[in-house]
């Protein structure tokens, strides 16, 4: 089954710590993204990559890192940096770079600070 | 950058009424609009999207309405079922830097 998953769902951080958020897509697309999921807040991204070795900052990238080593793999850190870092993480991904068609999420990971 | 404001945050309606969302977008350069649906710890999924090109799309009971002059789209939604109970956000966008979404409409099918 082709898809785009996260890993994982459910993570805990103490504080001062750096977690790294999984995202695997078999989908075969070039584009990939991260978002945070605040109540009320709506989707606001983080980071995107547009091919292998290459991405941008978002609209909130502060406290926040990510590698594309490979087309499949866009793993985002939360380092301590990252003030409040408890939210719900959604990657996402599309067949091309300008976000024009449709984006594929996976299931999230909630990241709660303890 | 794009704004995009999304109306109501909430709405209950009667099962087998319509529901109708409503949302502004401020760039207009965007040219890509979908609607996406949330279920509680899930991830969103699409439903339907429209492109400026066109001024509305049907899929069954979902239908999506685009006002480029006045710069805002609507989602409708017919013969409301329980199944129908979810989050949904709209997005504008279509440039490299990905979409910028609505805060969200919680949509609540009363039976």
């Known amino acids: 089954d082709g898809g785009i998953t996260q890993s994982p769902k459910y993570l805990f951080r103490k504080e001062g710590q750096n977690v790294t958020l999984s995202c695997e897509q078999n989908?075969?697309?070039?584009?990939m993204y991260w978002y945070r999921q605040d109540p009320g807040q709506g989707l606001r991204l983080i980071y995107y990559?547009?091919?292998?070795?290459?991405?941008q900052k978002g609209d909130i990238a502060e406290g926040y890192s990510v590698s594309r080593e490979k087309k499949e793999s866009f793993p985002l850190t939360v380092t301590s940096a990252q003030k409040n870092p408890t939210a719900f993480y959604l990657c996402?991904?599309?067949?091309?770079?300008?976000?024009?068609?449709?984006?594929?999420f996976g299931q999230g990971t909630r990241l709660t600070v303890v | 950058g794009e704004n995009v404001e999304q109306h109501p945050s909430t709405l209950s309606v009667q099962e087998g009424d319509s529901a109708v969302i409503k949302c502004t977008y401020s760039d207009s350069a965007s040219n890509y609009f979908p609607w996406y649906k949330q279920e509680l710890g899930k991830g969103p999924q699409l439903i339907i999207d429209?492109?400026?090109?066109?001024g509305e799309k049907k899929d069954q009971r979902i239908a999506v309405t685009l006002n480029k002059t006045a710069k805002h789209f609507s989602l409708h939604i017919t013969e409301t079922q329980p199944e129908d109970s979810a989050v949904y956000f709209c997005?504008?966008?279509?440039?490299?830097?990905?979409?910028?979404f609505g805060k969200g409409t919680h949509l609540i099918i009363q039976p």
């Open positions: 990559s547009q091919i292998v070795n290459d991405f």
């Open positions: 996402a991904s599309s067949t091309h770079p300008a976000m024009n068609t449709e984006a594929f």
């Open positions: 989908l075969n697309h070039d584009a």
């Open positions: 997005a504008s966008g279509g440039g490299a830097d990905g979409l910028t």
């Open positions: 429209i492109r400026s090109n066109v």
